[in-house]
């Protein structure tokens, strides 16, 4: 369990007619245990925030600190999903999933192990040995995740995880999503654009503006765990979406 | 285990296939017939072409004379081949490993890349008829600059296909594992080489035409043995028929090497084409 802090981070971009601003003075925390969601619209530069929070990216200004250390520009402490699942085509599930600790240089054949008897949870019993090419959109993006679970970081950096899945797909992983994180006690920080997503899953909501990215909105999420997908037609689930809709429509 | 689940699911295939023999053949049939038969066309009207016209062997030997020759000189055949095939192995060989090499070295240093490109080009328009007796007068008539002429007309392409194939690694794969602290070597090893491999193999097919012509090339120019020196005297003493048996035997040769490499890439590049 660990606690991440994006402190007053900036970062601009030189460029020839001047310098570009993707992030303004950005600061945000993730609590030990914690779900936290960034949502913004497009060239809001989430991407940016989460490349310097991964460490391949550097700041122009601010930190990054885990645990109160600060870790700013340093690779490796944070488990990280891209965008697309990004499976070696050449690698079978298995070996997708245990990369993280082929590249740290650990014990390989312990983590098949337990790979394969988390396979099982992820949806993919059967599929250890099969390629990513012969794998259904929604079961890539599950080996994806369990890479990076395997990844054994304490905290998980999520880039728009479900954002190329088919919405019937997308509402199922969520859900699967939810029943999961409640297991693995991860701290977990997701980038989106789809607000039921952000509110569905998140203990704690940050809208950021389009650029240069800015907090726009700090929102704690006062929902009940465990949630199933039946929240999203409570009457507090829309109240937090009409927020969270309000405050994204003005920044635009 | 995935060779093994692909040698069972390529098993299943071809138990599939012996189900239903007629239609296998059928097909076959299908696609080998036309150009079986106008390549078969074609011969028999050059047969009779040369007959009517009375033609003679020197100038356009008639089939027929062809085959015979080729039986005639199959003793002495064998061993031009395998000098050939000597020197295309051992060239092809140095051009794989001085290709593999140059185009590191290219991926390594921007500068480099920026030094090496010009000449690698430039070596690419110097005629080779020209350099290959500069190379015999250099080397003498051993096996050296038989297999520096191969070399020569062959590392082009690999390096070229190895540079672009390098580079042509995924963005958000190399993102990944430089998330995951990974060092260069490590991304090469896991991430880059495997996806260079299509178009390594792109290279390597397009060199390995080249590579017997080549050999075939500098003996002609000056060799005591090999499918030039064959082509070479055969022509002193106008047999014709004999330089036809050379050139069949020659591009026979570059396909039986093509078609090896593309099994061998089906083989390393076994996640690419059909998913059964």
């Given at each position: 369990?660990?606690?991440?802090?994006?402190?007053?981070?900036?970062?601009?971009?030189?460029?020839?007619?001047?310098?570009?601003?993707?992030?303004?003075?950005?600061?945000?925390?993730?609590?030990?245990?914690?779900?936290?969601?960034?949502?913004?619209?497009?060239?809001?530069?989430?991407?940016?925030?989460?490349?310097?929070?991964?460490?391949?990216?550097?700041?122009?200004?601010?930190?990054?600190?885990?645990?109160?250390?600060?870790?700013?520009?340093?690779?490796?402490?944070?488990?990280?999903?891209?965008?697309?699942?990004?499976?070696?085509?050449?690698?079978?599930?298995?070996?997708?999933?245990?990369?993280?600790?082929?590249?740290?240089?650990?014990?390989?054949?312990?983590?098949?192990?337990?790979?394969?008897?988390?396979?099982?949870?992820?949806?993919?019993?059967?599929?250890?040995?099969?390629?990513?090419?012969?794998?259904?959109?929604?079961?890539?993006?599950?080996?994806?995740?369990?890479?990076?679970?395997?990844?054994?970081?304490?905290?998980?950096?999520?880039?728009?995880?479900?954002?190329?899945?088919?919405?019937?797909?997308?509402?199922?992983?969520?859900?699967?999503?939810?029943?999961?994180?409640?297991?693995?006690?991860?701290?977990?920080?997701?980038?989106?654009?789809?607000?039921?997503?952000?509110?569905?899953?998140?203990?704690?909501?940050?809208?950021?503006?389009?650029?240069?990215?800015?907090?726009?909105?700090?929102?704690?999420?006062?929902?009940?765990?465990?949630?199933?997908?039946?929240?999203?037609?409570?009457?507090?689930?829309?109240?937090?979406?009409?927020?969270?809709?309000?405050?994204?429509?003005?920044?635009? | 285990?995935?060779?093994?689940?692909?040698?069972?699911?390529?098993?299943?295939?071809?138990?599939?296939?012996?189900?239903?023999?007629?239609?296998?053949?059928?097909?076959?049939?299908r696609i080998v017939a036309p150009p079986l038969l106008l390549v078969a066309g074609l011969v028999l009207g050059w047969e009779l072409l040369v007959g009517w016209l009375?033609?003679?062997?020197?100038?356009?030997?008639?089939?027929?004379?062809?085959?015979?020759?080729?039986?005639?000189?199959?003793?002495?055949?064998?061993?031009?081949?395998?000098?050939?095939?000597?020197?295309?192995?051992?060239?092809?060989?140095?051009?794989?490993?001085?290709?593999?090499?140059?185009?590191?070295?290219?991926?390594?240093?921007?500068?480099?890349?920026?030094?090496?490109?010009?000449?690698?080009?430039?070596?690419?328009?110097?005629?080779?008829?020209?350099?290959?007796?500069?190379?015999?007068?250099?080397?003498?008539?051993?096996?050296?600059?038989?297999?520096?002429?191969?070399?020569?007309?062959?590392?082009?392409?690999?390096?070229?296909?190895?540079?672009?194939?390098?580079?042509?690694?995924?963005?958000?794969?190399?993102?990944?594992?430089?998330a995951m602290n990974a060092g260069y070597g490590q991304i090469l090893r896991l991430l880059r080489i495997p996806a260079a491999l299509p178009m390594i193999f792109t290279?390597?097919?397009?060199?390995?035409?080249?590579?017997?012509?080549?050999?075939?090339?500098?003996?002609?120019?000056?060799?005591?043995?090999?499918?030039?020196?064959?082509?070479?005297?055969?022509?002193?003493?106008?047999?014709?028929?004999?330089?036809?048996?050379?050139?069949?035997?020659?591009?026979?040769?570059?396909?039986?090497?093509?078609?090896?490499?593309?099994?061998?890439?089906?083989?390393?590049?076994?996640?690419?084409?059909?998913?059964?």
């Amino acid at each position: 369990m660990s606690v991440i802090e994006v402190d007053a981070v900036s970062k601009s971009y030189p460029t020839p007619d001047g310098a570009l601003d993707a992030l303004e003075q950005v600061s945000l925390i993730a609590r030990s245990g914690e779900f936290v969601s960034v949502i913004g619209p497009s060239g809001c530069g989430k991407s940016t925030l989460f490349n310097i929070i991964a460490g391949l990216e550097e700041p122009s200004a601010g930190c990054v600190r885990i645990d109160d250390v600060e870790v700013t520009d340093r690779r490796g402490r944070v488990a990280y999903m891209p965008q697309r699942d990004a499976l070696l085509p050449w690698r079978n599930v298995l070996d997708n999933a245990v990369l993280a600790t082929v590249v740290q240089r650990g014990d390989v054949r312990a983590a098949r192990r337990e790979a394969e008897a988390l396979l099982g949870d992820f949806g993919l019993e059967g599929f250890g040995e099969a390629l990513p090419a012969t794998l259904s959109g929604g079961m890539r993006q599950r080996v994806a995740l369990l890479r990076t679970v395997l990844w054994r970081r304490p905290i998980m950096l999520l880039d728009e995880p479900f954002g190329a899945l088919d919405a019937l797909t997308r509402a199922q992983l969520q859900q699967w999503l939810l029943g999961l994180w409640s297991r693995l006690d991860h701290t977990i920080l997701m980038v989106t654009h789809d607000v039921d997503e952000a509110l569905l899953l998140s203990d704690r909501v940050y809208v950021l503006t389009p650029r240069p990215g800015r907090v726009a909105l700090e929102l704690a999420l006062d929902l009940p765990r465990p949630r199933t997908y039946n929240i999203i037609a409570s009457a507090a689930f829309l109240r937090y979406k009409t927020h969270l809709l309000r405050a994204l429509g003005q920044i635009m | 285990m995935i060779r093994k689940e692909r040698l069972i699911r390529q098993y299943a295939v071809w138990h599939d296939a012996s189900a239903t023999w007629g239609g296998t053949l059928l097909r076959l049939a299908r696609i080998v017939a036309p150009p079986l038969l106008l390549v078969a066309g074609l011969v028999l009207g050059w047969e009779l072409l040369v007959g009517w016209l009375a033609i003679p062997g020197w100038l356009l030997p008639a089939p027929s004379r062809i085959v015979a020759a080729f039986v005639d000189s199959l003793p002495v055949l064998t061993g031009h081949v395998a000098a050939t095939l000597r020197v295309t192995a051992i060239g092809f060989g140095l051009a794989l490993v001085a290709g593999f090499g140059l185009a590191f070295l290219i991926d390594i240093s921007p500068l480099l890349r920026r030094a090496l490109y010009p000449l690698l080009v430039a070596s690419q328009t110097v005629p080779i008829v020209a350099v290959a007796p500069l190379l015999v007068v250099g080397f003498g008539f051993g096996m050296l600059p038989k297999v520096l002429v191969v070399a020569l007309v062959t590392f082009f392409p690999i390096v070229v296909n190895t540079v672009d194939g390098l580079q042509s690694a995924d963005r958000d794969m190399t993102q990944l594992l430089r998330a995951m602290n990974a060092g260069y070597g490590q991304i090469l090893r896991l991430l880059r080489i495997p996806a260079a491999l299509p178009m390594i193999f792109t290279g390597v097919k397009i060199a390995i035409t080249y590579s017997i012509i080549g050999a075939v090339l500098a003996e002609w120019i000056g060799a005591s043995s090999g499918l030039g020196v064959y082509i070479a005297r055969s022509l002193r003493a106008f047999r014709t028929d004999q330089v036809f048996v050379a050139a069949f035997v020659t591009s026979l040769l570059t396909i039986m090497l093509f078609a090896s490499t593309s099994v061998l890439e089906r083989w390393l590049v076994y996640w690419k084409g059909n998913h059964s």
